[in-house]
């Protein structure tokens, strides 16, 4: 069995992983990623507000983090944009992981 040095994996990608893992280990943000893929209308705060039973102030945050780890971005223009997936973000995150 051979085993791989830590100091031959990349950093940076590993922190990468590690922050979105964290990201979506939490309930609430990863029914917001969940409902954000399934191309829902549901993309303002408010709408995850009302979904969730949740503060304003408190989904602000899961998204914030969200963001922060770069899985949802801010899309559109105008009285019904909102927040989106990132959808290359999830897909290389899924290659990260399947690579595991």
Known sequence: MEFVQ???LDAETNDKVALM???LSNPVRL???RE???GSDANCCVDFTRHASLAQSTVSQHLRVLKDAG???YCGDGPRS????D?????WLKQQVVAL
């Open 21 to 23: 893992l964290k990201a």
């Open 71 to 73: 899985l949802i971005k």
């Open 87 to 91: 959808r290359a973000a999830v897909v």
């Open 31 to 33: 029914a917001i990623v």
């Open 36 to 38: 954000l893929s399934e």
């Open 82 to 85: 909102g927040w989106c997936i």
């Open 6 to 8: 830590f100091t031959d």
